[in-house]
């Protein structure tokens, strides 16, 4: 068994700042997770050489895989540092196990391993990732839905806003507009919606944007790392598919 976790994080004050690494070693439990290792960093914020420095930054909420807010890259793969088990992504090296965290690079970065996932939300608003209703009373029994149909929003909706999706893109990028999987994993869910999908076609519009479902090139890196199986690549297909009926009845004049 591992008797020390040594921990190489990357360090930065704020945007633009230089960037240093600390090493920190913090005393083997079994069962620890990442952001376990962090606290007990956070109770002496002090390097393997002896130098005393400020505790690392991080963000957290739930600990259990919910709020998506603790993404970081722990030893060059995107993903969860509250389900991170040490034991899983530490890498041996003789009574010692390595984890290098990094933040996101795909945002805007804050300090240390807090981003800003801003952007996130503000695609959620470009693709109209609500339900429109006039009024918060009673509407009664909404219509009946095929349970496929079910199965798939409740799977689109386990998307909790982490940003891993996008930090595996390689579309999603400076060069490139693209939103990234989590807005057109979205767009499928609130057009599959009864009265969501009163909205299908201004979604739609932008999907044929240049920030929309063109900018995809299928790479499939999301799928991979979505912490939530969201069933992201069937989305893309999906919108892909529905951006061209909609483009084709729009120049014949029948959207």
Partial sequence: MPKTIRLKIKRQEKAGAEIRWDIFEVPYKQNMNVISALMEIQKNPATTDGKAVRPPSWEAACLEEVCGSCSMNVNGRIRQACTALVEDVGQEDGEALNITLEPMQKFPLVRDLIVDRSKMFENLKKVDAW????????????????????HLRYA????????????????VNDHSPFVGPAAVAQTLLFNLHPVGKTLENERLDFMSSEEGITGCGNAQNCVKVCPKSVPLTQAIAQINRDTTFYRIKKWMGIA
């Fill in 156 to 171: 689109l909706s386990r998307c909790m806003t982490c940003g891993c999706c996008l930090e595996a893109c390689p579309q």
């Fill in 131 to 150: 339900v429109p209703i006039d009024g918060s009373y009673d509407l009664g029994m909404g219509p009946a839905q095929d349970d496929h149909i079910r």
